[in-house]
């Protein structure tokens, strides 16, 4: 019987993100516009395009043997899962985001215990309470289906909400009060798979090129040559991941260097490694950066 690993991929605001991850780790998944069942050109795996929120009871169920989700939405279903790696990415970059207490700039509210007594509106009503329930406040949470920035004041007294970059709230003149959370993507499996030798490999060798692939994201690679005189001026100014590759060149006194640094670098770094006796430098972009 033809082995098959069942992959959650998270629908909406991670969808786009999460289908260029998989292409830079060598998956390519294509979504037909009105099918939940994207294709992948690996025979083994069989994609189901799910919303983030449902992919962890999923896992939990065994529905799906792998998929990805957020620590959020992992805590707010309190699913039992098998934790495989943290993918630090979001809809709009590579970093964390955060679920915040927000208010509008002219409420009262300055300090969590402010919210004795008040309305929240959220989608993580769960993980509300327990951090309401931590600082000892009492108040009423209600489950929002979305929009939950316009709700305040009219509505409700202040908001739990997901933000990247803080711009909507600010855009709707609101300011943060505290943060709840910080939550990252994260590859889950069931726990009943993960006990599978070939389900686990599977799983190990996607968390090991997504992780690459994330590891690559906003690095290149650098390529130079450089007189054997001039290698100590150069090698000091290159900021490596590890220690640069040195090698020979035939039938000179040069060596090749080459070297993966931060893409926000190289503007500068180029013309210093000229001045400091670099030669036929090229740049080019990176998939995957396997540690």
Request: glycine share 6%.
């Amino acid at each position: 019987m033809k082995k098959i690993l069942k992959l959650g991929i998270p629908k909406g605001s991670l969808q786009e993100a999460t289908i260029d991850l998989f292409k830079k780790a060598g998956f390519n998944i294509r979504i037909s516009e009105r099918s939940y069942k994207p294709t992948i050109d690996d025979d083994t795996i069989e994609c189901r395009l799910i919303r983030a929120q449902e992919i962890p009871k999923y896992v939990e169920q065994g529905v799906l043997d792998a998929g990805l989700s957020g620590e959020d939405w992992i805590q707010e279903t309190s699913a039992d899962v098998h934790g495989v790696s943290e993918l630090v990415y979001s809809k709009t970059g590579f970093g964390k985001i955060r679920l915040v207490i927000a208010v509008p700039e002219s409420s009262s509210i300055k300090r969590v215990e402010d919210l004795e007594g008040k309305r929240i509106a959220t989608e993580l009503v769960n993980v509300t309470k327990s951090y309401l329930k931590k600082h000892k406040v009492k108040a009423e949470v209600e489950f929002s289906w979305g929009a939950t920035e316009v709700k305040v004041p009219e509505l409700v007294d202040a908001i739990s909400e997901l933000t990247e970059t803080g711009s909507s709230l600010r855009a709707n003149n609101l300011r943060v009060v505290d943060v709840v959370m910080e939550s990252s993507t994260k590859f889950i499996a069931n726990k009943a798979s993960i006990k599978d030798a070939w389900k686990k490999q599977k799983i190990d060798d996607m968390a090991m090129l997504l992780k690459g692939a994330l590891l690559a994201a906003g690095n290149v690679g650098l390529k130079m040559n450089v007189s054997k005189k001039n290698l100590a001026s150069v090698i000091s100014m290159l900021p490596a991941m590890k220690d640069p590759t040195v090698s020979n060149l035939y039938g000179g006194d040069s060596v090749a260097i080459e070297v993966v640094i931060e893409e926000k670098t190289v503007r500068d770094i180029i013309p210093k490694l000229i001045k400091a006796g670099a030669e036929g430098i090229v740049e080019y972009p990176l998939n995957k950066v396997i540690r």
